[in-house]
């Protein structure tokens, strides 16, 4: 006898099949414009269906993501993004399930969401937007704004000592942590792909610029030569170099050190070499935000999987069915009970 099934063939899938016939709402200049092409980018390199693909967002700029691709999406409510994405990963774990998020809907409002669901790992791809302001508000500091920021809330600056997200996300447990900027589209690009692939909440931090409320506040990266000295691309088994390969960095002991390959006779082999898998290094990696002295690294920071929310869900609910469904008076009862008299 012959099989006769066949398995259904996805046509061939562009950029514009996931544009939808909504234009974007978003300043001229905003960094949502990049980042939304680029993620129209890769969704076709998935092969995934639009309709098996979901969008979810709560409040801000960027959560009007889900309005600008053309599969199911959700406006949520502010800081809520992370667990009706995840309620919806358990339910139908089939589909391919994204957030869309700021730095104030994500670690403000959404705080305490952003942490349980990174230590609970529901197999979501977060992309999280952080212009360090609140932009849809008209222009309050936001957790990640710099201290000293003059903002409509802060009018003699800011006193908050901001999140660290790249630490906040490992901290609390994060399998994936990946960072990209709004401007660097081919590299983004590489990183949404990454993040999707990975098995697990995998979160991406993308820097990107608000030209109304906090114009150039990533600047230190932006031109190709503050670029060059500013920032090191992590890859995977690769030494730690930057500024056009004349400088790199070492670990001496847990404290990275900035050496220049021309002057101090180390060559690329003496250098820290990247490994997303090593948490300790991740860390490390985290705070080099917090150093002045230290380029900002982009790319995978850490990168381990491990089992998700969903499956373990899944399998906790097999195993207190394996001996069969009882009676609802039997269930009220369960294994031990006591009897008054």
């Given at each position: 006898m012959t099989d006769t099934t066949t398995i259904p063939v996805l046509p061939v899938l562009i950029a514009k099949d996931f544009a939808s016939d909504q234009e974007p709402k978003w300043c001229p200049g905003c960094g949502d414009h990049a980042v939304l092409q680029q993620l129209k980018n890769v969704l076709p390199e998935l092969g995934i269906a639009p309709e098996n693909i979901v969008f979810v967002s709560g409040i801000g700029c960027s959560s009007r993501l889900p309005y600008y691709i053309a599969t199911y999406g959700v406006h949520g409510i502010h800081g809520r993004a992370l667990p009706m994405a995840t309620g919806l990963k358990v339910s139908r774990p089939e589909l391919s399930v994204w957030v869309g998020t700021g730095d104030g809907d994500a670690l403000s409002i959404g705080g305490n969401h952003f942490i349980h669901t990174l230590r609970r790992n529901p197999d979501l791809n977060v992309v999280l937007f952080n212009n360090e302001i609140y932009g849809l508000t008209k222009g309050q500091y936001s957790p990640t704004s710099k201290i000293g920021l003059r903002t409509a809330t802060s009018p003699s600056g800011v006193i908050d000592q901001p999140f660290n997200t790249a630490a906040l996300t490992i901290g609390s447990g994060g399998s994936f942590f990946a960072r990209a900027f709004d401007r660097d589209g081919k590299f983004l690009r590489s990183i949404l792909k990454r993040a999707a692939l990975h098995k697990g909440t995998s979160l991406v931090e993308i820097y990107q610029n608000c030209p109304i409320f906090?114009?150039?506040?990533?600047?230190?990266?932006?031109?190709?030569?503050?670029?060059?000295?500013?920032?090191?691309?992590?890859?995977?088994?690769?030494?730690?170099?930057?500024?056009?390969?004349?400088?790199?960095?070492?670990?001496?002991?847990?404290?990275?050190?900035?050496?220049?390959?021309?002057?101090?006779g180390i060559s690329t082999s003496d250098l820290w070499i990247h490994d997303e898998t090593d948490i300790n290094k991740a860390s490390i990696l985290a705070h080099f935000a917090d150093e002045e002295s230290l380029p900002r690294p982009f790319g995978v920071f850490y990168a381990k999987e491990r089992i998700t929310y969903e499956d373990a869900l899944t399998a906790q609910i097999a195993d207190a069915q394996k001996n069969g469904f009882g009676t609802f008076e039997e269930l009220l009862k369960g294994d031990h009970s006591y009897e008054i008299k």
């Open positions: 906090n114009n150039g506040a990533f600047e230190a990266f932006a031109t190709p030569d503050n670029k060059a000295s500013n920032t090191v691309y992590l890859e995977q088994s690769k030494p730690l170099v930057f500024a056009k390969g004349k400088r790199g960095i070492l670990l001496d002991g847990f404290k990275p050190i900035v050496v220049d390959l021309d002057k101090e």
